[in-house]
């Protein structure tokens, strides 16, 4: 059995963003300490759940009707900014800057956001997606 358009997309960008946020992680520990392990971990962890629930709701809607897919796609993207705009205030306000260091945070965020985006690109010109008339 054959891997769906999905699976494949987010095998291609799990690696690329796992080693960015692991070397980032590693980087940003060695500089900053404890606080930026901790940081860089969350970091992680809020990238691929951020980007997962993206390719699970294409891959769920794929097969209902564009109206639908819009409804669904619309729903993830605001539940994904209202959860990630609370646990962001969670962690500012809960959290002392010296648990979980903000700037190694922001830092690793972009760095597996890119990396994520740029192995996502990577994989899809590598399906090499046929258009049918």
């Known amino acids: ?11 291609g960008a ?3 963003a796992l080693l960015t946020g692991i070397i980032s992680g590693v980087c940003v520990t060695i500089w900053r300490g ?6 860089s971990v969350i970091a992680l962890l809020l990238v691929f759940i951020f980007f997962s629930v993206h390719l ?6 794929k097969d ?18 209202i959860l990630l705009g609370v646990l962001l205030f969670l ?4 959290t002392a800057p010296s648990t979980v260091d903000r700037t190694s945070f922001g ?6 956001t890119l990396a994520w985006l740029i192995g996502e690109i990577r994989a899809y010109l590598k399906l090499r997606i046929g258009i049918q008339p």
């Open 107 to 112: 830092i690793c965020a972009i760095l597996i």
């Open 64 to 81: 209902v009707e564009p109206v639908l897919t819009m409804l669904f796609a619309m729903f993830s993207y605001f539940a994904k900014v």
């Open 56 to 61: 699970l709701v294409a891959k769920i809607s």
């Open 1 to 11: 059995m054959t891997d769906s358009f999905e699976t494949k997309m987010w095998q």
């Open 14 to 16: 799990f690696l690329p």
């Open 91 to 94: 962690i500012s306000k809960f």
């Open 34 to 39: 404890k606080p930026a392990a901790i940081a």
